[in-house]
């Protein structure tokens, strides 16, 4: 299960803390993060960090994102800042443990 919080609606400029944590998991947790999917568009990478650490980001928001993990608490934030309204879209937070594993999503909507 992944419980995702954080979202909702912010004005231009502003910053955005996302949370996720995963539980009930068998197997190790292997890499975990943030995609987003805005209305029309595919849903593409915003972070993602393995387990001993390496974050990758996407190229619209590597200069504005942190991507930060707990794996003693299977927890992966992501810390946005900056924010433009085409960041507005479903965030869902991904957990691979052998398997891909999708949050439900959270709304981020950023008005200008």
């Known amino acids: 299960q992944l419980v995702e919080s954080g979202g909702g609606l912010v004005q231009s400029g502003g910053s955005l803390r996302l949370s996720c944590t995963a539980s009930?998991?068998?197997?190790?947790?292997?890499?975990m993060g943030w995609y987003r999917q805005a209305p029309g568009k595919r849903r593409e990478l915003v972070a993602i960090?393995?387990?001993?650490?390496?974050?990758e980001y996407g190229d619209s928001v590597k200069d504005r994102c942190t991507i930060s993990r707990d794996n003693s608490h299977s927890r992966v934030d992501l810390q946005m800042t900056s924010l433009k309204p085409e960041d507005t879209a479903v965030y869902y937070c991904f957990v691979q443990d052998g398997a891909a594993n999708w949050g439900q999503g959270t709304q981020v909507t950023v008005s200008s």
């Open positions: 960090t393995t387990r001993g650490g390496a974050a």
């Open positions: 009930g998991f068998l197997f190790d947790i292997n890499a």
